[in-house]
Each structure stands twice: as C-alpha cells, then as structure tokens.
C-alpha cells in the first residue's frame, strides 16, 4: 500500500512536469490516432474524462469523435451511491460545474443519464500503468466499481508514456483495462 502511494506522488508529479506544448501535442497526436480504432470496432458511445491535474487532456479526441458522429459521454459523482460514477451524455451545449473534488463535470440532468451496459468502451484516465493492463488510479475507487458491474464494456487506460511502470503492485478489487492508450501507442492488453 505504501508503494501505491509512491507511485501515486511521483507518477502524478511526473505529468503535471510536461509542459502545456507537451500538452497539447501529446493531446493532438492522440485526437489523430485513436480515433481510427474506435471506428474498426464500431463504437457509437464512448465515455471519457475531463482532464485534470496532468492527465491526458481528451478536449481535441471529443471534437475529433463528435465530428464522426460519435456520442460522447462524462462521468459524474453519483448524487447518492457514494464511491460510485454516472455517465452523463456531452456536447457542447452540456452545462458543466465542478464536483467536490474541483473536477468539471456535467450538471446532473436525468435525461441525459447513459446506464453502463449501454456505453460502448470506457476511456479511463489513471495515475500510472504497466503493460499487462494494470491500472493505479487516484485511489477512489470509483473505476475499479464502475468496470466490476456485470454488462460493462471494454476499459482502456489514456496515458502519457511517462506514467508507464515496470510492473504495478495490484489488489484485489482492480479491475485490469483492456489496452492502453498512449499519445504514440496501443498497448493491447487483453
Ligand atoms: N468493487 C468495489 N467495491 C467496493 N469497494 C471497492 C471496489 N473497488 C475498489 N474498492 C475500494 O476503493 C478503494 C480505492 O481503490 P484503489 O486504490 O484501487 O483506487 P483507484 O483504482 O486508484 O481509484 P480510481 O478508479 O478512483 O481512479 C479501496 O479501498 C477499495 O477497497
Ligand atoms: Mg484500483
């Protein structure tokens, strides 16, 4: 456990060190070669993230995906399961706020509720990963909930390249993703 959070500080210390042209190149390779994969595998509904605090920011793959005809969808805090996510359908008319972790996220609308099971992939964002599909996040656990219902899609982990380690310490209850996606590769995983 005591690793996990030293992987956690340095791997996150490690991101928020690249600069925003680092940023925003590593963002635009990734608009510009995923997008192809998800469109082999047919995916009509993706969730992803807003980023934050280093991670891979996702703002140039959603216009690449909305421009394809792809619905894209941003998890929430559930208002009361606590530990666990809803996935809200975004564009670019979604009123958006901030949960109590700073994060932006869309205002919670029931109509634009998108159950699990009816989601086609799940793009995480994650602290650090190993190839094998190992994923440490930032240690809420609400992924490792989300990807261990029965019906949910396939996981895959967006990453910059820095954050990839040897070989993860996993517990129990994580649940492995099955590829990894880099600003310049796909590791697949599963
Ligand atoms: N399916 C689950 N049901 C109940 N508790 C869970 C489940 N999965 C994880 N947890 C709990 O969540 C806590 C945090 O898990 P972990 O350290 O793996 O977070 P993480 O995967 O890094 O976080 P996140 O997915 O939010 O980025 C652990 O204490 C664990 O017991
Ligand atoms: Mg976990």
Known sequence: METRSRIRRQMRQRRN????????????????????LLQQHHYRHIALYHATDGELDTAPLIHALWQQGIKT???????????????????????????????AEPQLDVRQVQPVHQLDAILTPL??????????????????????????PPAMGLAHSCQ????????DWDMPLHAIIT??????CR
């Open 127 to 152: 602290v650090a990963f190993d190839t094998q599909g190992n994923r440490l996040g930032m240690g809420g656990g609400f992924y490792d909930r989300t990807l261990s219902a029965e019906n949910a």
């Open 73 to 103: 969808y941003l998890p929430i805090l559930h208002p009361f399961c606590a530990g666990h996510l809803l996935f809200l359908h975004y564009d670019a008319h979604t009123p958006m706020g901030k949960n109590r972790f700073g994060i």
């Open 17 to 36: 060190a690249l600069t925003p042209e680092q940023q925003q190149q590593a963002a635009a390779r990734l608009a510009q070669h995923l997008p192809p």
């Open 183 to 188: 600003p310049d590769t796909i590791h697949l």
């Open 164 to 171: 990839q380690v040897e070989s993860l310490p996993i517990a």
